[in-house]
């Protein structure tokens, strides 16, 4: 069992999305790693799925101006003295590339897979209950059959225009969670509430949690207060409040 388990509440749109995109590229990464054709049934679904999350109009424009945002902030700590001028330019150099790979992809991430007519008839029966069998899409049948390296390979040329999105995606969250620091609180009969300072909007709460206390953490929160509620799963299988007092870690991200 897990040491702890890491809960991520998000708060606002933007960041919700970040984080749905950052789960399905990890999904993917590891599905495209496996050799079973039935892993790579699943880890072409979830090239859908990415290109569904990132089909959003302003998606593009809103990543590129967060990596903009970010660099004029580093740029700022420029000149201090209790800040390493090679670590800031190491980072400053990863925005960069970031920002310049993501801004030479032509429209939406993943347009040009909408170009691959093999893939889009794919993509039309995937979300039918069991509408990719061999008599509805031989072709995808066939492949399947190919060798693991082959469709290893295939995989890899397909995942390749979500690449740039993916490496903003990722560097944007670490250098957000970079930004909390933890702490050790108590919610007295299962429910922790916490008035946020007014002047700081903070993104992204973390909370990590015993699993062995058997606890699951129901956040809620908004730009003034955070609420978490703890609640324990019945031999009913529903979820019910917990009465006594529990601990976790949380963590605070702007």
């Given amino acids: 069992m897990a040491q ?44 859908f799925e990415i290109m569904d999350v990132a089909a959003r109009a302003d ?44 801004s030479e992809l032509n429209g939406k991430t993943g347009q040009s897979l909408t170009e ?11 979300s039918i209950p069991g509408g990719t069998c061999e008599f509805d899409l031989p072709a995808y049948f066939h492949w399947q059959h190919h060798s693991a390296g082959e469709r290893q390979a295939d995989l890899q ?14 560097l944007l969250l670490k250098m957000l969670r970079d930004t909390g620091s933890a702490q050790k609180v108590v919610a007295p009969g299962g429910q922790f509430q916490q008035n946020l300072p007014q002047g700081r909007t903070f993104q992204l709460l973390r909370l990590r949690i015993d699993p062995r206390s058997g606890m699951i953490p129901e956040i809620s929160g908004n730009r003034l207060m955070l ?28």
């Fill in 116 to 126: 691959n007519d093999w893939l889009m008839g794919i993509r039309s029966r995937i």
């Fill in 227 to 254: 609420s978490v509620r703890l609640l324990r799963q019945g031999d009913d299988e529903r979820l019910h409040p917990v009465n006594e007092d529990g601990s976790f870690e949380l963590t605070l991200c702007a």
């Fill in 4 to 47: 702890v388990i890491l809960y991520e509440y998000p708060f606002n749109e933007r960041i919700r999305t970040y984080l749905r995109l950052e789960q399905l590229f990890r999904r993917l990464a590891e599905l495209a790693s496996r050799p079973h054709p039935l892993d790579h049934h699943f880890a072409i679904q979830t090239v």
């Fill in 157 to 170: 040329r397909w995942m390749e225009p979500l690449m740039p999105l993916a490496e903003a995606i990722v």
């Fill in 59 to 102: 998606m593009k424009s809103d990543v590129l101006k967060d990596l903009d945002r970010q660099k004029a902030v580093l740029n700022g700590y420029r000149g201090n003295p209790a800040i390493s001028e090679q670590a800031l330019n190491e980072v400053v150099s990863q925005i960069e590339d970031c920002f310049t790979r993501l």
